[in-house]
């Protein structure tokens, strides 16, 4: 028989009854509007952190020294691991000399006891140290870089409510090391970022103050390679090209493994490792991923109940229905046919619960980004497979009552009363 | 052979098939009666006289259904013998009554014959196809296309209204829409239901129902038509307006096979097939006017003209080997 007059029948069978219609179709309609709800929910999030962590520099290669992977099991390449002043100034040299290298920037933290700006004390265990070069002019809100050598300070927009009294450009911050010496400092900009500051870092509302390494960095070892003290760091940013970051990073890595200070010096537990934001936002891809797939599965299961709601009243119909099966049978119709009406029966119940879920399902996760503040994206990629999906749903839960509804015997059907 | 829109069959003279629909036709005895001089066709006689005027002689015509040495056994904790070796044939145009009590094996014979089962042993042959041997798919394509099924409970789809019920046939042979539809509305105004094209089953009586049923029995044109008790869910007044529509149909050339376990009501027919205990016990033929209760009667007369069958063929499985008796294998 043709698409178009089973369609009509099958239309109308799901039209007669329906309250019946209505609850199976929301049984599909709340698994396809949970998948899609976590899927673009999941998508949402993914593309707002991608996209925080991308608006740092692609080029940036951070050098850490890290626990190793199969160490403490803090995780490959951790960023919140113990942090190792493991590169010397002379391998700051050296990677500045490396090709595609642009610049070197130095990281690493300056033990502090406590910071005061007019009468307001706070205690604070560390302040980072870094390079001018680390902070570029589209990062500056205010003022400008510090210089080095210069005792000058940059802080971050929370760190100008971190007193008492609001803190301003132009005032003075007295910085009190864990060794009890003070030192006072000018604030001469307030920043929104600094390079090297690593991927997430700026998340946190937290007030930040930047230290020229010169002259506050104070952190030094021995160099291996020279036999004399030098200033040594924990993290190390290098700027690369942009056109040659992977090659550049190759080189970087080569370097720290083969005639590194720092690969004297690091711990045995500890790996070297050299990645860029890309490498980040991969690794954060990935976890996101798998989160929004595992919960992404979980609401599969609803769709599945939904998928039985399904069969489960398609049975009853067949049952009901033992007696037009028969009807149909004498006059004609083949076992193709019925299974076909039965199908599309099925069939129309599942794409029911596609349309009315996509749409549900799109507006519970876009409150759901709002709720959360991130952007929300749309995944119209599982838009089409939650359609697919439910389309599919129905015919599946479908196809045993359909071959049940062929196999009734017409002489038994039309004698069932 | 049977794809005809037109509802005249064969060559039976126009002047016959130009009967009114219904009541006119059917009470009217002259209209069809060919004076068949045969008052009393004895079982074993020969008839040749067949389409009387429409010239079909029993040798060239093709029977519509051959039923040939049927046995069907059920296995039932215990095999049941339904049918134990029965031979029948209708020839085209003709009305045959199968009487029997309850177990005599009538609705099992309508079953076989109506392409809806098939034979333990023997063939069944309807419009020349033998039901055995096609496909579960053929065989629904078979019942669609040449048999029509009138039934005691009409058996018709609850939500679909009068003309779609009728329609419904056509939709699994494959007309269009439009096609069958118009054809439903025509077989509808036929049967004289014109003013309820969309009335669906509920809203409609029990002899309106059956009225739609035969519509959609004869939708597909089919090479005969299956009353099993047509009358049983009617009272008498419809249930004689029921019969005189099958008159018509049978007038008009389409071959009926109808199942009763009234006397009155198979009086109808051209003959009369007695089954019992699952074989063929007699085969009586109706003479015009015999059945004597007012219109009944006189559809009987109105078709008995119709009627070419060969008795013998039915008496006894012994003669069913006969392939050329009556013609009908040919």
């Not at chain 2, 040749?48 to 039932?76: M, N």
């Not at chain 2, 145009?93 to 609705?107: E, I, R």
């Not at chain 2, 299956?226 to 149909?249: F, H, K």
């Amino acid at each position: 028989m043709e698409p178009r007059e089973t369609l009509r029948i099958a239309t109308r069978s799901v039209r007669s009854h329906k309250l019946r219609s209505t609850l199976t179709v929301l049984g599909v309609v709340i698994g396809i509007a949970s998948v899609v709800t976590v899927a673009t929910f999941g998508a949402s999030v993914q593309a707002d952190v991608v996209s925080e962590v991308e608006s740092s520099s692609a080029n940036n290669v951070y050098l850490l020294a890290t626990p190793d992977a199969d160490g403490d099991g803090d995780g490959p390449g951790g960023f919140s691991g113990a942090l190792q002043p493991v590169f010397t100034t002379r391998d700051v040299e050296q990677l500045r000399a490396i090709e595609g290298v642009q610049r070197v920037l130095p990281r690493g933290n300056v033990p502090v006891s406590s910071l005061s700006y007019r009468d307001d004390t706070v205690a604070r265990t560390q302040v980072t140290a870094t390079t001018p070069g680390a902070i570029s002019a589209d990062a500056v809100v205010e003022g400008r870089a510090f210089r080095a050598g210069a005792n000058e300070v940059v802080v971050n927009e929370a760190a100008l409510r971190a007193f008492e009294a609001n803190l301003s450009v132009g005032d003075e911050l007295t910085i009190t090391r864990g060794s009890g010496e003070a030192t006072t400092v000018e604030v001469v900009g307030v920043v929104s970022r600094t390079a090297g500051q690593l991927p997430f870092a700026g998340f946190s509302g937290q007030p930040r103050f930047f230290l020229p390494v010169d002259p506050f960095y104070r952190t030094a070892v021995e160099s291996p390679a020279l036999g004399v003290n030098q200033a040594a760091y924990p993290q190390l940013t290098v700027v690369a090209d942009p056109a040659r970051v992977a090659s550049t990073k190759d080189r970087v890595r080569t370097y720290l493994e083969t005639g590194s200070d720092a690969a004297e010096l690091k711990p045995s537990s500890f790996a070297l490792t050299a990645q860029t934001s890309g490498d980040f936002v991969d690794r954060i891809e990935e976890i996101i991923t798998r989160i929004t797939r595992f919960v992404t599965g979980i609401a599969v299961i609803s769709l599945i109940v939904g998928a039985v709601g399904i069969a489960n009243i398609m049975l009853v119909s067949v049952t009901e229905r033992t007696r037009e099966i028969g009807i149909m049978k004498a006059v004609g119709a083949r076992n193709r046919d019925v299974i076909q009406l039965f199908l599309a029966e099925a069939g129309l119940l599942g794409v029911l619960g596609a349309i009315a879920g996509l749409p549900i399902g799109i507006a519970a996760a876009y409150g759901a980004t709002i709720y959360a503040e991130v952007g929300f994206t749309p995944a119209p990629t599982w838009f089409a497979i939650a359609v697919g999906v439910g389309v599919l749903v129905g015919l599946v839960a479908g196809l045993y009552p359909a071959w049940r509804a062929a196999r009734v015997d017409p002489i038994d059907a039309l004698r069932y009363e | 052979m049977y794809t005809s829109d037109e509802p005249t069959r064969d060559g039976r003279a126009s002047a016959d098939a130009d009967v009114e629909p219904t009541d006119d036709a059917a009470t009217d005895p002259p209209t069809g009666a060919h004076g068949d001089p045969d008052a009393t066709r004895a079982a074993t006689t020969r008839d040749g006289d067949g389409k009387g005027d429409g010239g079909a002689a029993d040798g060239d015509a093709d029977p519509v259904v051959a039923v040939r040495d049927v046995r069907k056994t059920y296995d039932l904790g215990g095999t049941v013998e339904a049918l134990a070796g029965v031979s029948l044939t209708l020839p085209a145009g003709s009305y045959t009554a199968v009487m029997g009590p309850s177990g005599s094996g009538k609705s099992t014979l309508l079953n076989l014959v109506g392409a809806l089962d098939t034979p333990t042993s023997g063939t069944v042959e309807v419009a020349g196809r033998d039901v055995a041997a096609v496909e579960e798919a053929d065989r629904a394509a078979l019942r669609g296309t040449e048999i029509g099924f009138v039934f005691q409970t009409f058996n018709l789809m609850p939500r679909l209204d009068a003309v779609e019920n009728v329609a419904l046939p056509l939709v699994f042979a494959g007309w269009d829409r439009d096609r069958r539809r118009e054809r439903a509305r025509d077989l509808l105004d036929r049967v004289g239901l014109g003013e309820r094209y969309d009335h669906r089953p509920t809203e409609l009586s029990g002899g309106q129902r059956q009225r739609v049923s035969i519509a959609r029995a004869l939708a597909p044109d089919p090479a005969v038509i299956l009353a099993d008790e047509p009358t049983g869910n009617v009272d008498t007044g419809t249930g004689a307006g029921i019969m005189r529509l099958l008159a018509d149909v049978n007038d008009r050339g389409t071959t009926v096979l109808l199942v009763s376990h009234s006397r009155r009501i198979a009086g109808h027919a051209d003959r009369i097939v007695h089954l019992r205990d699952g074989l063929v016990e007699s085969i009586e033929s109706i003479e015009s006017g015999e059945s004597g209760d007012g219109s009944a009667g006189d559809a009987a007369a109105d078709t008995s003209g119709a009627t070419s069958d060969d008795p013998t063929r039915g008496t006894a499985a012994g003669e069913s080997d006969e392939p050329a008796a009556g013609g009908g294998d040919a």
